[in-house]
């Protein structure tokens, strides 16, 4: 899942105004933020599989340090924890550990069963919906709609760049997610895990429409 994780991170800004919409992202896509780096480093595995779902043709053969539940749970805690310690922001902690969790409960309603619960367990999860993929982009679309409409009434421009930064950014995303749908195979899993970095430009941007727009209500 792509755009249903962006769409978690933009309509939790109404609950937690006092957090940076680049933070949100750097937490509901958090996982996929350190698995391009396990797989550099060898620690995880990636195959290039054509065919593996009707949607894409990654096999995730190994995963289990950024993608299992017991890891996600793990890794939401230590960045909750963490925000909370810089920030002394509770209600931001809060909803960036479980913006961090939900990334693996959205996972597993789109991957075939590959989703590991703990590391070094044999169970696998995974509901498999890639293999349907009508029902896969009408889900994420929808979802990513709900969260740009959440954030953008949860929010107000403070100039021209807080109204344009946003529309940009949210054609930038459908662009993204179509040509990761309708593109070529990637070369190799090295590519993808480029790719994968490339993703921390969105934080970026995401930081950059934020810091023009403000929360219409400054919840305390």
């Known amino acids: 899942m792509f755009l249903g994780h962006f769409a978690v991170g933009l309509a939790a800004k109404r609950l937690t105004p006092y957090t940076s919409l680049g933070s949100l992202v750097v937490a509901v896509q958090f996982l996929d933020l350190l698995w391009p780096v396990f797989l550099l480093l060898g620690i995880e595995r990636v195959r290039i599989d054509p065919g593996n779902t009707l949607l894409t043709p990654l096999a995730f053969e190994h995963y289990p340090w950024t993608h299992s539940l017991a890891m996600a749970l793990l890794w939401g805690a230590a960045f909750g924890g963490l925000y909370l310690l810089f920030r002394r922001y509770p209600r931001g902690a809060w909803v960036l550990a479980l913006g961090v969790c939900s990334h693996w409960v959205l996972d597993v309603v ?84 480029y790719a994968g970095l490339a993703q921390w430009l969105l934080v970026a941007w995401a930081l950059w429409v934020d810091r023009h727009r403000v929360a219409v209500r400054q919840w305390q």
């Open 110 to 193: 789109v991957h075939r069963p590959d989703l590991p619960l703990v590391p070094g367990l044999h169970t696998r999860l995974g509901l498999g919906l890639w293999n349907n993929p009508t029902g896969t982009i009408a889900l994420e679309v929808s979802l990513f709609a709900a969260g740009v409409w959440l954030y953008a009434r949860s929010t107000e421009p403070v100039d021209a760049v807080g109204t344009y930064s946003l529309s940009a950014f949210t054609v930038a995303l459908l662009a993204i997610y179509g040509a990761a749908l309708f593109g070529p195979v990637p070369p190799g899993s090295d590519a993808v895990a």
